[in-house]
């Protein structure tokens, strides 16, 4: 499949690069064989992202809560702000390194990219429109029609294409030139002593969950940080089974100087407040996670540990992804 | 351009073959017409107009009622089963569209005693790639109001209306009736099997090229008076909940064969 996909991608087009998988990545998840990424579909996929015609009253984009400077999460913002200032209930998680992603959204709610749009485009918070009026807005649009031409050699406006272009746009948007990055493939870089330091406290503390590339496991834990002010349950809502309750997914901690505030409900402002909150402030609550608990629950750090730390989470800041021209608005 | 084409022709002759493989040998194929026709009690089900009362002594109106039929199966007199072929065997019948109360399929000419389908929306097909799902399965569009986009599935079974006995804001009452097994980690499963035997009501005489209507009677009053006694004001809303089941187990037994028109 490997072999198809890089074939296809050379003859579409010579200067586009399709989906490549980083050295140091695994295969990813993302099932490219029924979604080949083109010059054509990445570029449709991209507009569509960036344009509010897919919201209600054509003024949220997805790039509205998910904005490439801040590794498309909403920079500043705990909860996501959608149509007309509604606040939505959790964090934007950032679109990054999605071709990896077993599960979407913080409960792990959706199985499949494809399928992912279609709960942001319909939330009465988010952008509040349905798909087929926003097809029909694209059928109606003077370029769509002829880009979905380009991309998929007709000018149909169906559900299926449009959900792949979107997803030919995400899966291409992969974070995987960090100094962490650079270090690992050995291109050069090293990590200076702190740094060093730093990952390997890193392993010995936080890499259980935080799993190296991709720094998340994809599983669902409670990390203990007690009952939202809305109850959010979290996993539950999606199997209804008790043991998943206030679990949420382990996201990754690459890019975490760009996506603050931090947990699924954006209640830590800062880096600091979150290795307090794993240091002293785990709460003992329904399926707190094994990991955490120990005699005092959550992970022992002194302050030379977490300031160490730190300088190695820094490693993994990808100023490249953040200013990639391709993944921007055109 | 030409070797990414190739490969999507190759692809489109891999699925034109599939489908065909599928089709059960049939060279003198007719038409089997099931047809839905939503009642309560003895009466015609009208949406939005006719006060009912369920057996919990509860008035009501219905304002939707949608579900999805798939997976058709019909037995012939010999005992020998036909299996409809998938991609052709999901109708979702909306109470609100005359021309969806009757699904109709292609199957070998003969007579058949028995038909049996799915109520809502196989686990294979709840995953199955977007392109896949065109038609009445379109998760955006053809589902209309059927489908979760927060947890990913179909709604098999939806009804909605008004009743005295709700205390939800507008008096609604609502059944939102979903959830094929989980995909990754297991959760409810209201996927649920009918069967109906024809003998008595008729077995349905297919001949090739012709037509042969199965006409049932979906009986509303059945879905409150089932193995729950379902009632309004105990649960006026029933959306993504272990409740549910018992919901779908009432609603598995409102089918009924009524007559056959050969």
Redesign the interface.
């Known amino acids: 499949m490997a072999f198809?996909v890089y074939?296809?991608t050379k003859?579409?087009e010579k200067q586009f690069l399709s989906f490549q998988q980083p050295g140091n990545f695994p295969e990813p998840v993302y099932?490219f064989a029924?979604n080949?990424v083109?010059k054509e579909g990445f570029e449709l996929g991209r507009k569509l992202f960036y344009d509010p015609i897919l919201s209600r009253n054509n003024t949220i984009s997805c790039g509205s809560c998910h904005i490439q400077t801040s590794a498309f999460t909403q920079h500043g913002h705990s909860v996501s702000h959608g149509i007309e200032d509604k606040l939505g209930v959790r964090n934007s998680p950032p679109i990054m390194n999605l071709a990896w992603n077993?599960?979407f959204?913080w409960d792990?709610?959706?199985?499949?990219l494809?399928?992912q749009p279609?709960?942001p485009?319909?939330?009465h918070v988010e952008m509040d429109e349905?798909?087929?009026n926003v097809?029909s807005k694209l059928k109606a649009h003077p370029d769509y029609p002829g880009l979905f031409q380009s991309a998929f050699?007709t000018t149909e406006v169906?559900?299926?294409r449009?959900?792949?272009a979107l997803s030919q746009f995400m899966a291409m948007c992969v974070s995987s030139n960090s100094k962490y990055d650079s270090v690992i493939r050995k291109e050069g870089k090293t990590f200076t002593k702190q740094e060093e330091e730093g990952y390997a406290l890193y392993k010995q503390k936080c890499s259980s969950c935080h799993t190296e590339p991709l720094f998340t496991d994809q599983s669902f834990r409670n990390n203990g940080i007690g009952i939202g002010l809305i109850d959010d349950a979290g996993?539950y809502?999606?199997?209804?089974?008790e043991t998943?309750r206030y679990k949420f997914k382990v996201p990754s901690l690459r890019n975490l100087d760009y996506t603050a505030p931090y947990m699924h409900d954006g209640r830590f402002l800062t880096l600091d407040a979150v290795l307090d909150h794993y240091s002293s402030g785990v709460k003992q609550t329904q399926n707190l996670d094994m990991i955490l608990q120990n005699n005092e629950p959550g992970i022992p750090m002194t302050a030379d540990e977490k300031t160490k730390v730190k300088a190695f989470l820094k490693t993994l800041n990808d100023k490249v992804f953040i200013a990639n021209k391709l993944l921007s608005e055109q | 351009m030409k070797s990414y084409l190739s490969i999507a022709a190759l692809l489109f002759v891999s699925l034109v073959s599939c489908k065909k493989d599928d089709v059960p040998e049939n060279n003198n194929p007719g038409r089997l017409s099931i047809e839905f026709d939503n009642i309560v009690d003895g009466q015609n089900l009208f949406l939005n107009t006719v006060t009912y009362t369920n057996s919990s002594g509860e008035n009501y109106k219905v304002s939707t009622l949608k579900y999805y039929i798939s997976n058709i199966k019909v037995t012939n007199t010999a005992g020998v089963e036909v299996v409809v072929p998938q991609d052709s065997s999901y109708f979702l019948i909306d109470e609100s569209d005359e021309a969806s109360h009757s699904a109709e399929v292609t199957i070998p000419k003969g007579e058949y005693r028995q038909v049996a389908f799915t109520i809502g929306v196989d686990s294979l097909r709840n995953t199955m790639d977007i392109a896949r799902r065109t038609g009445v399965l379109d998760p955006a569009a053809g589902a209309n109001g059927m489908y979760w986009s927060w947890n990913s599935g179909y709604i098999f079974f939806k009804i909605e209306g008004v009743s005295p006995a709700s205390a939800e804001a507008g008096n609604v009452f609502m059944y939102h009736i979903g959830g094929f097994g989980g995909y990754s980690s297991p959760t409810i499963n209201n996927i649920r099997e009918v069967k109906l035997d024809l003998t008595t009501g008729g077995i349905a005489k297919v001949p090739a090229g012709g037509e042969s209507n199965i006409h049932l009677m979906v009986d509303i009053a059945k879905l409150f008076n089932g193995s729950t006694q379902l009632s309004i004001a105990a649960k006026p809303v029933v959306m993504f909940d272990d409740f549910s089941a018992n919901i779908s187990n009432n609603y598995s037994t409102i089918f009924r064969h009524d007559h056959t028109e050969n």
């Open positions: 198809s074939a296809c003859s579409v099932r029924t080949l083109t077993t599960s959204m792990g709610g959706v199985f499949d494809d399928l279609v709960a485009i319909t939330n349905t798909v087929t097809i050699g169906s559900t299926a449009f959900m792949k996993r809502a999606i199997t209804l089974d998943d």
